[in-house]
């Protein structure tokens, strides 16, 4: 299978590979997916005053589109608000790397990912964010 | 000085043998007569060269010529087999029996005999790819006409019990077909003892051309078939279309070499798989699939597990190797094969199929071994799943949103 530039790129040279201490102020977990399946991604944000990421990890068990996803997604994740990172789209994603369509699942799980990351968030943080 | 790519894929297909190659040639531009053709020299020609092909076939196998069909390989043979086997002999019993982790090739001409009202028993192995011989007896029934079973794996690359699975077959007078493209040059075929009806045979697995392969019909007793391919009556009548004399005269020569050469071959080259297998060993987790004794010396199938199949392809990209099979692995799904030795879904998707063959080098097989523990090292420390391990989580456990 032919990967694109940008996926072999992230998957060469993965951004923000690495894991928080699941007990420090401001970290979310979210974990997606299924070994079964073949792809398991974790997404770490830490988020700090006025609900902005901070900074955000990665490990990814997947093919190297699913690894590619996930490094994405933790560079767009950085400096936005939580709100704001729910706004990235699957498709954003699948548009970058330049996914075929058999690997659009990956994006799929990707986008999973921050929403479980930041419902992990939300329900650690029960008090409204300010925005 | 390394080349790479490092070619450790001999059971997708080899290389054409340089000399198998040069006999070839003068078949394509000087001596292209048609073989059927009875009137001049350019036609003798021709079949002289196709009968010594045929010869050099049988010989391997301990066959009569006269047993061999020419067919444009084993996918072909296969079909052949089956359907003309299974229909010629209905009148007899609409039953077939293959195993589970039989080639797409059989497995999907059984589901076409299935459509035309055959009935087909697919047995489950043992977990370690071996056919169990007590549940094969237990499948057979009073109108079973065909049993198939593969010699190697092309996957796991284990040795069926062919010759036990013959006697049963022969005392109950059931043909017995057996898919031999793994096999030829791995394995000792001696088809004078092997209570075999029909085998399969391919040229591309063995150093010949791809586009060729052979079936075995045996004489004694005699095994006929309903033809599948009709026209001039070719290959007294199993089989119409013109030979492709270049292509015959290749695997003839393709399977003279193996017979010369298998003894020395595959002593060498088992001594390079198992520097391989004692190389990838002190890797944490690495899970051997198939039988290790009762196996084809080149093959070595491992799953590197917490870690992707594909992802594992992709670094390690200097080694052309294939995750379950070359004809599945284009899919998301993980391996059949390894499902039905009863393989986990995980250990599955991280499975890597390692064939080495003539041209491979001890060199290569060091090199091999240091990517493979640099990559996997790598790769795991990405794995959330390996980390978790690492903190003693037993996944098994976990509860996983599976998609």
Redesign the interface.
């Known amino acids: 299978m032919a990967y694109s530039i940008k996926v072999l790129d992230h998957y060469e040279n993965p951004r923000n590979v690495g894991s928080f201490a699941k007990e420090e102020e401001g970290v979310a977990t979210g974990m997606v997916g299924a070994p079964a399946c073949g792809d398991v991604m974790k997404l770490q944000i830490k988020v700090g005053k006025g609900g902005v990421i901070e900074d955000a990890k990665f490990k990814t068990y997947g093919c190297g589109s699913a690894i590619a996803s996930s490094s994405l997604v933790t560079e767009w994740v950085k400096g936005r608000t939580i709100d704001q990172a729910l706004e990235i789209k699957n498709t954003q994603i699948a548009e970058e790397l330049a996914l075929p369509p058999v690997k659009i699942h990956c994006s799929i799980l990707a986008e999973d990912a921050i929403k479980a990351a930041v419902a992990d968030y939300k329900k650690k943080h029960s008090e409204p964010v300010a925005a | 000085m390394l080349k790479l790519p490092i070619y450790l894929d001999y059971s997708a297909t080899t290389p054409v043998d340089p000399r198998v190659a040069e006999k070839m040639i003068p078949y394509l531009v000087e001596k292209f007569g048609n073989p059927a053709s009875r009137s001049h020299s350019f036609g003798w020609e021709a079949e002289a060269a196709v009968e010594e092909a045929r010869e050099e076939v049988a010989r391997l196998v301990n066959a009569d010529a006269r047993e061999i069909v020419w067919t444009s390989g084993a996918t072909e043979s296969n079909n052949l087999a089956l359907k003309g086997a299974a229909q010629f002999y209905a009148g007899q019993g609409k039953h077939l029996i293959t195993l589970k982790t039989e080639h797409k090739a059989i497995l999907d001409t059984c589901r076409e005999l299935e459509r035309q009202g055959f009935a087909v028993t697919y047995l489950d192995v043992l977990d370690n790819g071996l056919v169990d011989l007590e549940v094969l007896q237990a499948a057979l029934r009073p109108d079973t006409s065909v049993v198939s079973v593969m010699f190697v794996n092309n996957e796991i690359g284990v040795i069926q019990p062919i010759a036990e699975i013959g006697e049963i077959c022969r005392s109950k007078g059931i043909i017995f077909h057996v898919d031999a493209a793994q096999a030829t040059g791995k394995v000792a075929i001696d088809l004078a003892e092997l209570k075999v009806d029909l085998m399969s045979f391919s040229a591309h697995k063995t150093y010949g051309p791809k586009g060729i392969g052979a079936l075995y019909v045996r004489r004694k007793p005699r095994v006929r078939l309903t033809a599948q391919m009709h026209g001039g009556g070719h290959e007294r009548g199993f089989r119409s279309g013109t030979l492709p004399t270049h292509q015959i005269v290749g695997m003839g020569e393709a399977f003279r070499l193996a017979r010369l050469e298998m003894g020395t071959e595959n002593e060498r080259i088992r001594m390079l798989r198992d520097r391989l297998l004692k190389g990838v060993s002190d890797i944490d987790e690495v899970h051997l699939n198939g039988d290790l004794e009762r196996r084809v010396p080149h093959n070595l199938n491992a799953s590197f597990a917490?870690?992707?199949?594909?992802?594992l392809l992709?670094a390690i990209k200097d080694l052309a190797v294939s995750s379950g099979s070359a004809c599945t692995s284009?899919s998301?799904e993980?391996s059949y094969v390894l499902r039905a030795l009863g393989r986990?879904?995980?250990l599955a998707?991280s499975s890597i199929r390692f064939t080495l063959g003539r041209f491979t080098t001890e060199e290569e097989i060091d090199y091999a071994i240091k990517l493979l523990h640099d990559k996997i090292g790598r790769l795991r420390?990405?794995?959330?799943?390996?980390?978790m391990v690492q903190e003693g989580v037993d996944?098994s456990t976990v509860h996983?949103?599976?998609?």
């Open positions: 917490y870690v992707e199949g594909e992802s992709m284009a998301l993980p986990e879904d995980e998707h420390e990405l794995s959330p799943l390996w980390e996944l996983w949103a599976a998609h």
